[in-house]
């Protein structure tokens, strides 16, 4: 019969050799899901949407915002805009603040409306350009991006514009219910 330690040395190595086995279970998996193709093609989608977004962003702010706030009589870049909703201790009513980082400092309670009007300009141009890419991949390759749609006659829900029959209300789209049978 064996002994208690002889037991636990056994009882111990069986539950490292389990725990070993464990790890290199998870470790696989993992590298099997880390270089699985959706994975690394998401990765990359992803790095190349965030350059993007930077590039239309800059767009936005260093060509595009400069002459709207010329064009505007408002005398300073639209991001500097701010109303002052209750001033802080030090200020003056006859120079007010002139910038927004100012009147924070000053412990002032402001909103920035034109960084709000910025957010929404480049909002607006991101879409715009992923749109136009989205298009222009779509005429170089034969896959569709951009599922264009119609509303079924019947039930009023968007359906693929190439359906025959609306997949919500299972109606036919070519008017097959609108004639009369006799």
Known sequence: ???DVERQASE?????ERGAREVKRLWDGFVDFAFEGNVL?????LILASIFTDLVKSFV?????????????IRKNIQEKFAVLQAGDSYDPD?????PG???EDGAVIMTYGSFVYQCVSF?????ALYGMANLFQTISNEPI??????CKYCRKRINEKALRCINCSSWQDGREDRVQY
């Open 12 to 16: 111990r190595d069986a539950l490292v």
């Open 41 to 45: 093609q998401i990765a990359f989608g």
């Open 102 to 104: 100012q009147a924070l």
């Open 1 to 3: 019969m064996p002994s």
């Open 95 to 99: 120079k007010g603040y002139n910038t």
């Open 124 to 128: 607006f141009m991101v879409g715009l």
């Open 61 to 73: 702010s260093d060509v595009l915002m400069p002459p709207i706030s010329i064009l505007l009589p």
């Open 146 to 151: 951009i599922k264009h749609t119609k509303k």
